[in-house]
């Protein structure tokens, strides 16, 4: 059973038949005649706090201490008079939850009102109970976004090491919840570099997964997009980029994973310079010549996991030394400032193409340039730059 306090100058001021009533409500009854021991009950609205009106009257201080805190810890609180009428209203009488008793032998609104307080502590417990477990599946939820956010970072490189003519650098900036950026450069064969960027749609722990997904589907290791092996030396052929792109658009439809993705997909020979390229629905990299000469590079086609987006279409460019090609997710061009104007890629390329700077200062030049366009206004996705510079043999 639940406390109810009376707090009165005698126990015998609740008749038997009115303490049986609050017996059968579920409460047990403690008496005591001092308003400052009442404070024992305040343990939630499971709790009862009864105080008689002259006790009030006399002890106003200390009574109205306990109305107060009675309301604070959601308590339910009733005042009644021992003489049968009505209590007085007085100071912290309107603050009291639900009124007073107006007949103190009326066990008819005794019922009532006690009915009402089991009431509104069942529902009180239930909402307390009900937040308890939002707060856990909240930590827990929480505790699953850092698992994943650690899992999705640990699949970026490193340290990207210089490869046969190509130097790398590469910048990423992850946004507050968990994203779907990745990217990677990985040598597939003597002669040849593969290096991709992809951004899953939306954020948390699905996306996180669809992107452990894909990254599996193109290691070297454990997926087959890459290479498929053949009966005669050298015993393996490198996919296309558009094959792998077909291939993504197989592995991955919408109604299967609830997601879609963008990716750009390149073949590099790390001798000759030649790049061969696929974009799915990515932002198009930026070709920055040894001249100052811009191109952005859209060949490809629709994005990955949605219906008619094939065929996939390939371009070749050639690198000559000196010429520099950056891949990069939407969360650059698309960020925006307090006054929602978004970076864009003209500015992305203005960052990218300045004289005088290396590949990595370069790299680095774009996040600080994002963060005083947005004056330190926090990412809305995540950032992913990928930049590399054919310097020859």
């Known amino acids: 059973m639940n406390d109810a306090i009376l707090v009165s100058y005698r126990e015998e001021d609740l008749s038997e038949s009115v303490r049986q009533v609050i017996h059968e409500a579920g409460y047990a009854l403690h008496w005591t005649d001092d308003p400052t021991a009442g404070h ?34 959601h308590v339910p609180c009733l005042v009644f008079s021992a003489g049968g009428a009505g209590p007085e209203s007085g100071p912290g009488s309107g603050e009291i939850s639900h009124g007073f008793i107006h007949t103190a032998g009326n066990l008819e609104e005794w019922r009532e009102k006690l009915s009402l307080y089991r009431q509104i502590s069942y529902q009180a417990q239930e909402l307390k109970s009900m937040q308890q477990r939002l707060l856990a599946r909240s930590e827990a939820e929480e505790e699953d976004l850092r698992s994943a956010a650690l899992i999705q970072q640990s699949l970026l490189p490193k340290k990207i090491p210089d490869v046969g003519g190509f ?99 390149l073949l590099i020979n790390i001798r000759t310079g030649e790049v061969r390229y696929s974009c799915a629905g990515h932002p198009p990299p930026l070709l920055q010549r040894r001249d100052g000469q811009v191109e952005w590079l859209a060949t490809g086609g629709g994005l990955i996991g949605l219906d008619g987006t094939g065929p996939y279409e390939e371009g070749r460019i050639t690198l000559q030394v000196g010429d520099r090609l950056f891949l990069y997710s939407d969360g650059l061009p698309d960020y ?36 005083t366009f947005g004056d330190n206004r926090s990412l809305q996705d995540d950032v992913s730059l990928l930049g590399m510079e054919f310097v020859g043999q």
């Open 40 to 73: 024992v009950a305040l343990r939630g609205p499971e709790s009862l706090v009864i105080i008689e009106a002259g006790l009030q009257r006399d002890h106003f201080g200390p009574c109205d201490h306990l109305i107060e805190s009675s309301r604070s810890h």
């Open 167 to 265: 130097h790398f650098a590469w910048q990423f900036a992850p946004f507050e919840k968990v994203g779907g950026d990745l990217f990677n450069v990985l040598q597939v064969d003597e002669e040849t570099v593969m290096a991709f960027l992809l951004d899953v749609s939306g954020h948390g722990i699905s996306s996180a997964m669809v992107t452990v997904s894909v990254n599996q589907s193109l290691s070297l290791h454990t997926g087959q997009l890459v290479k498929s092996i053949i009966s005669e030396p050298p015993y393996y052929r490198l996919l296309s980029p558009a094959e792998v792109m077909l291939e993504l658009t197989n592995e991955y439809p919408f109604d299967r994973f609830d997601k879609f993705f963008t990716i750009v997909y």
């Open 336 to 371: 925006c400032d307090f006054n929602s104007n978004h970076f864009g890629t003209e500015r992305l390329m203005e960052a990218l193409t300045r004289d005088g700077k290396s590949l990595q200062q370069s790299c680095g030049s774009v996040l600080d340039e994002l963060r």
